[in-house]
T-cell receptor, first 115, second 122 residues
Framework: AQTVTQSQPEMSVQEAETVTLSCTYD???????LFWYKQPPSRQMILVIR??????QNATENRFSVNFQKAAKSFSLKISDSQLGDAAMYFC????????????FGTGTRLQVTL | DAGVIQSPRHEVTEMGQEVTLRCKPI?????LFWYRQTMMRGLELLIY????????DSGMPEDRFSAKMPNASFSTLKIQPSEPRDSAVYFC????????????????????FGPGTRLTVL
């Protein structure tokens, strides 16, 4: 079974600084998707960024980028120029490819952004 | 599009009562997922449907839980009888399942989440 591990329950970053959230996963599949979701206090699950395992290039979305290390099964999220609105829970998630299938989530990292 | 719609947003009930959560997926989407979020267990899948057919219900905790999808635009998650340990946020998500090979862009199908229903069982 696939598992996703987020070893940082909480992180803090100053506004305008950079922070990296860690995620590791375990799977026997060779092709899959990885995601980072943001959950603000409103509870809404918002997709931040996704990575296809067959792509070697790391995904980027504006201030958000990932460091995908397939051999190490590591998928970290880097937030540059942090803003107060980035404060939220961040969940790493895994999904198999090829069919609509479930997301397997990590336990989340609570990110605080300070002035 | 209005996105995934869930109702009610909040539900407070007493132990033993029946609870029905509702979900309207995004129009045109053919896959629907029910997730539960608790402090103890995090986010976990309860059940998902493809084209209104339940595909994987292995996450449904016990027989007190049941889910239906009578048509492409509506799904319910029912708990009968409810217990305090069922208190959680229940999310519905939908996606468009497209044909394509495993390395095809078209096999990617983002799940869009609803706002969730916060259930409290007293």
């Amino acid at each position: 079974a696939q598992t996703v591990t987020q070893s940082q329950p909480e992180m803090s970053v100053q506004e305008a600084e950079t922070v990296t959230l860690s995620c590791t996963y375990d799977t026997s599949e060779s092709d899959y998707y990885l995601f980072w979701y943001k959950q603000p206090p409103s509870r809404q699950m918002i997709l931040v960024i996704r990575q296809e395992a067959y792509k070697q290039q790391n995904a980027t979305e504006n201030r958000f980028s990932v460091n995908f290390q397939k051999a190490a099964k590591s998928f970290s999220l880097k937030i540059s120029d942090s803003q107060l609105g980035d404060a939220a829970m961040y969940f790493c998630a895994y999904r198999r490819t090829g069919t609509a299938s479930k997301l397997t989530f990590g336990t989340g990292t609570r990110l605080q952004v300070t002035l | 599009d209005a996105g995934v719609i869930q109702s009610p947003r909040h539900e407070v009930t007493e132990m033993g009562q029946e609870v029905t959560l509702r979900c309207k997926p995004i129009s045109g989407h053919n896959s629907l997922f029910w997730y539960r979020q608790t402090m103890m267990r995090g986010l976990e899948l309860l059940i998902y449907f493809n084209n209104n057919v339940p595909i994987d219900d292995s996450g449904m905790p016990e027989d007190r839980f049941s889910a239906k999808m009578p048509n492409a635009s509506f799904s319910t998650l029912k708990i009968q009888p409810s217990e305090p340990r069922d208190s959680a946020v229940y999310f519905c998500a939908s996606s468009l399942r497209l044909a394509g090979g495993s390395n095809s862009y078209y096999s990617y199908n983002e799940q869009f989440f609803g706002p969730g229903t916060r259930l409290t069982v007293l």
